[in-house]
């Protein structure tokens, strides 16, 4: 079998395929903008996504920190209240202390005043008053002062300790005036 081949000159057949070359090329080309075209699309679509994306982030961290910063700052308030109220607490106890030792101070002073005799005799008449004239009396007892007087299972305090203490509650509602 014989083969016959055909050679035509290589300028004749680039000649003649020159159309079809041409046409590949203009459809690889076409093909390359169309590919080109779609990756920018898609890329732009990406990019603002992400874009997008990182912005809610932004934002859902600026709320946390706000929502953080003003439950921290609520959070110390609080706490400066807290500890206001605490130093005022400890400042009125203070000075309720010295307010019943001060009263207590003045009370047991009562038996260096010179009337301090007068008003023995005056609490001795009112515990009879109250007991009878059977009443047991104990007078200027130490180290509270004052008197004190029982019969049978009844007794009568008026030492100096518990007459400064009743004075000190007479003036309670007064005294807790002052703190408001």
Same mark, same amino acid.
């Given at each position: 079998?014989?083969?016959?081949? *055909? ?21 690889? *080309? ?8 779609? $990756? ?23 709320? *946390? =920190?706000?929502?953080?910063? =003003? ?24 000075? *309720? ?43 200027? $007892? ?16 008026? =030492? ?21």
């Amino acid at each position: 079998m014989t083969v016959e081949l *055909h050679t035509e000159r290589p300028t004749e057949l680039r000649t003649a395929l020159d159309p079809v070359r041409r046409a590949l090329i203009a459809d690889a *080309h076409h093909r390359a903008d169309q590919l080109v075209a779609t $990756a920018t699309t898609e890329s732009e679509a990406v990019v603002d996504e992400a874009e997008c994306g990182a912005q809610r982030a932004v934002d859902r961290a600026v709320e *946390h =920190s706000r929502l953080a910063a =003003s439950a921290a700052a609520d959070q110390e308030l609080a706490r400066a209240n807290n500890d206001a109220a605490s130093m005022v607490l400890a400042t009125q106890q203070a000075a *309720h202390q010295r307010l019943v030792s001060a009263t207590h101070a003045a009370f047991l002073d009562l038996r260096d005043h010179p009337n301090y005799p007068a008003l023995l005799d005056r609490f001795a008449q009112l515990a009879r008053a109250q007991l009878g004239d059977g009443a047991t009396i104990e007078r200027d $007892a130490e180290p509270n002062g004052g008197i004190t007087a029982t019969t049978g299972s009844q007794l009568v305090d008026y =030492s100096l300790p518990t007459l400064a203490d009743r004075a000190l509650h007479t003036l309670a509602d007064r005294v807790s005036q002052a703190w408001t």
